[in-house]
């Protein structure tokens, strides 16, 4: 079930699908994102436009705009690079990388997905923590910012390198900045925003919770994994905590292969 | 008796001498002073023109007195410029030189001013050099570019509208006495502190020549209709302090180089001779510390340079010295390779616009499915 407008329901199980640094790290890139987007993409605005926007102050709106974008673009390759290095030396980072990687099945359930969608079969994939649409969010996001970074590092510095490489990192980011701007406003915006059970948005950027009922839904796999280690814990046959807690509010360190939560 | 009264068309005569004693009396006292010579007795009709007989051009000879007062040659008797204009009617008159001497003073040194500094400068530029072209071809001349406009508006944030403020006169007047002479000067200098014409319009004067293919074919030139694809363009478009429009590289002020000086990129003396490009690039404000490789390579133009210098080095044939076959060989071989590079960047922008439809396309309906499956398993109960 959504929530409303960030609000949690009372009666409700939450299972804590991102930890406060996830949270942290993904509010940096999207805000950075976005305004990157806006101030970059103001650089194709036609004269027109403007000129009735800032009439007389276009000159400083721009000047401006310059700086904020340098600013933001530190602050994302920043953002980017604490990622990384969260991936490479926590515990909890590594599994979410090791989690991320595409397999075979993916492919398989990709299609069996398309299949079921189509309604040309009934069978349903059961996705795991990251499923397919996942994936493949996440390696285009780190293709893709790694690509803008670099061809935007050198626009900077662009009196140090030949006129070809800057002509080309010119071409590039640009590109590929149309290009993650469309796939995320469909992508990412219909999976958090737009669709049905999530309007108008999916609360967990705010503290990383998933209802357990839609993790049962969009998981299922991972929901199986977390019931099972409950009941185990139940019966006294592990000492571990139960791996999330009603109302919400606790960010346990999950472990997506062996299914435990530790604090 | 007899009627004592004053005829009523007499009565209207006076009237009407009143009226128009009045008129001439209130008439701007300005402009007056600048037609010493009477010339709006004619030149004031607006109908005033012909037709040129060569080349069935309309020519309109028609003076706003209103609108000449207001120009930096307000002060100025048509003759000092008219040089040929000695008598009333006169012969149609010659092309006005910019150069000649007129009789107002400079006040810098007391002289007779004139524009022939500017103007011999000019002569040694690309667009002066008459062998080079005439101005049928499409040589500019002095007004192609000085459209002599009004006196131009003051900008920048506190003040938007023309002219000077009220309180910058005032300043003027405490000194000076005569209120004309002061708002003529203090317009002039406040003119002046900024280019006549901004950014875009230097780029659109340029490309009114510069972008049109065939008439740079013609003198063996690259067209710069791409130029509005850089990102020098971009800064210009909105108008960044700092943004290259083409003056900037081509007669950089900064490097102590005017509009009137611009040569051929392979002049010696040109800033873009390729000896002196980092110096251009690397101008304060501009890509400071810039090397020699980013100093190289085209910033606009592919177009028809390889064919024309191929052509040329056919054409020479035997007449061309070895030095000079070399040369042109090398210059082939940069334009090629500015072609590549070219080619490649368009190879880069066409696989973008095919991944964003592929991508897009793909994306869009997978969500358009996504959406139809979740709101039927709603509508069964099953999300």
């Given amino acids: ?167 080309l990192c010119g071409t590039v980011h640009l590109c590929e900045a149309t290009l993650a701007s469309i796939t995320i406003s469909i992508w990412h915006f219909y999976a958090i925003h737009w669709k049905p059970g999530k309007f108008p948005q999916d609360t967990s950027w705010i503290d990383g919770l998933m209802s357990m009922e839609h993790l049962k839904h969009e998981h299922p796999l991972q929901w199986e994994r977390v019931m099972k280690e409950r009941e185990m814990a139940k019966e006294g046959m592990k000492g571990a905590s139960s791996p999330s807690s009603s109302g919400g509010g606790q960010h346990g360190h999950y472990n997506n292969t062996l299914g435990t939560e530790e604090e | 008796m007899a009627d004592k009264r004053v005829p009523r ?94 009789h107002v003073k400079d006040p810098s040194t007391g002289k007779d001013f004139s524009h022939k500094i500017v103007v011999d400068e000019f002569k040694k530029s690309v667009h002066g050099k008459s062998n080079l072209f005439t101005f049928d071809q499409g040589q500019p001349r002095c007004k192609y570019c000085h459209t002599n406009p009004l006196y131009s508006p003051l900008k920048g944030i506190l003040a938007q509208k023309p002219g000077c403020e009220s309180e910058s006169l005032a300043r003027c007047l405490a000194c000076h006495e005569k209120s004309p002479w002061a708002d003529r000067f203090l317009k002039h200098f406040a003119s002046r502190t900024a280019p006549r014409w901004d950014k875009k319009q230097i780029v659109d004067l340029c490309n009114n020549c510069h972008a049109d293919k065939k008439m740079m074919q013609s003198f063996g030139l690259e067209s710069t209709d791409n130029f509005k694809q850089t990102f020098h363009w971009r800064n210009v478009k909105y108008e960044a302090d700092d943004a290259a429009d083409c003056l900037r590289c081509h007669g950089p002020a900064k490097l102590g180089l005017s509009a009137h000086m611009i040569k051929a990129s392979n002049d010696p003396e040109s800033p873009l001779f390729q000896e002196h490009r980092t110096k251009v690039c690397g101008q304060p404000g501009c890509h400071e510390g810039a090397n020699k490789y980013f100093a190289s390579g085209a910033v606009h133009g592919a177009g028809v340079k390889t064919a024309l210098l191929e052509q040329k080095l056919i054409e020479g044939g035997e007449d061309l010295t070895p030095s000079e076959k070399t040369k042109l060989k090398a210059e082939i071989k940069d334009t090629n390779m500015t072609k590549l590079q070219l080619t490649i960047i368009w190879a880069i922008k066409s696989f973008y616009k095919v991944m964003i439809i592929l991508v897009g396309g793909f994306m869009f309906l997978h969500q358009v499915l996504d959406l139809r499956i979740t709101l039927k398993e709603r509508r069964e109960g099953r999300h």
């Avoid at chain 1, 969260?86 to 359930?109: E, N, S």
């Avoid at chain 2, 109908?47 to 309309?58: N, P, R, V």
């Fill in chain 1, 1 to 167: 079930m959504a929530t409303k407008w960030g609000r949690r329901a009372e009666d409700q199980e939450y299972f804590a699908r991102l930890s406060r640094v996830e949270v942290w790290q993904h509010n940096i890139v999207w805000i950075c994102f976005v305004l990157l987007v806006a101030t970059g993409m103001m650089s194709l605005l036609p004269t027109d436009w403007v000129t009735a926007l800032f009439g007389g102050y276009t000159g400083q709106v721009y000047h401006y705009r310059h700086i904020v974008h340098l600013i933001l673009a530190a602050t994302l390759i920043a953002g980017s690079l604490w990622h990384l290095t969260y991936g490479a030396v926590t515990k909890r980072g590594r599994q979410m990388l090791l989690d991320m990687i595409p397999k075979p099945v993916d492919a398989i359930q990709m299609k069996q997905n398309i299949m079921y969608m189509l309604g040309m079969s009934d069978f349903k994939p059961k996705f795991d923590r990251f499923d397919y649409r996942e994936k493949m969010e996440y390696i285009f996001g780190l293709i893709g910012t790694t690509v803008i970074c670099v061809t935007g590092v050198v626009m900077t510095f662009a009196q140090f390198f030949p006129r070809f490489v800057v002509d």
């Fill in chain 2, 9 to 102: 068309f007499i009565f209207l005569l006076i009237v009407l001498c009143v009226m128009i004693f009045v008129c001439l009396a209130w008439s701007p006292r300005s402009a007056r002073a600048a037609d010493q010579e009477n010339c709006m007795l004619c030149h004031r009709y607006s109908g005033l023109g012909c037709f040129d007989k060569e080349t069935s051009a309309k020519r309109i000879f028609y003076v706003s007195e209103g609108l000449y007062k207001n120009t930096v040659h307000n002060s100025v008797l048509c003759t000092h410029c008219h040089t040929d204009v000695t008598e009333v009617p006169h012969k149609p008159a010659k092309k006005v030189n910019c150069g000649t001497q007129c």
